[in-house]
């Protein structure tokens, strides 16, 4: 059944959009309004980038075509294929490691040795949490990290502007991890590098996962501040 949302109604400063900004782990059915993505994307390709190159390529999906996407996802997760997800270094994975903790334990009330329920909200990730559009974020081979810098501020940029019009989003690194699914699925060209999908939709409010904020680093842990 199709949950009515609530009227688009915009944040009205730049401080409540970036802080109203999280990661949407549930989403309701409703179809998103194009004019509101169009608008997203036209606000998008207004970041900056290396020498004007403009090097981001994202394919948007909704309908029939994000429901192909998602169900050769979920079956390629389901027969025991591990995603191919780039390792953290020690000194990091606690950081993914206490994230799990917080969605899986506190959001969504999984015991830690129910394996079978991790194993379902695990395999979530790959139907975009139930959002109605779907994105898969590339960016041609050639390139550096430079221009990597470039599609990271393209999509914050495109994140933002849902944000303000109350559109839920979550980037997903996992959805990468089947880079050739994705490949044959949207027929990307073999010169571009798979970098992300991203959730859109109307969050799903009654969702106690939804309500969870990450914690954030410091200013003085993440800057050095030079003065003379």
Known sequence: MTTSPAPIMHLTTFDETVLARHSTRRFLP???P???????LTLATHAPSNSNIQPWRLYLLSGAAADRLKERLV???????EPIIPSLPDEFKHF???????VYGQGLGIAHDDTEA????????????????????????????????????YLQTFLLSLTQAQIGSCVEVSVAGYPDVIRNCLNIPEELDIICGIAIGYED???????????RSSVEETTVILED
């Open 30 to 32: 409703n179809p998103i």
């Open 34 to 40: 194009k004019g509101v993505l169009r608008h997203a």
């Open 75 to 81: 079956a390629e997760a389901s027969s025991g294929m």
């Open 96 to 102: 993914r490691s206490e994230l799990g903790k917080q």
């Open 118 to 153: 991790r194993r379902a909200a695990v395999l979530r990730n790959f139907d975009f949490f139930g959002a109605p559009t779907a994105a898969v974020v590339c960016m041609n081979k050639t390139l550096s990290r430079v221009d990597a810098l470039s599609v990271g501020m």
């Open 205 to 215: 409010e009654s969702m106690g996962v939804n309500r969870l904020r990450s914690k």
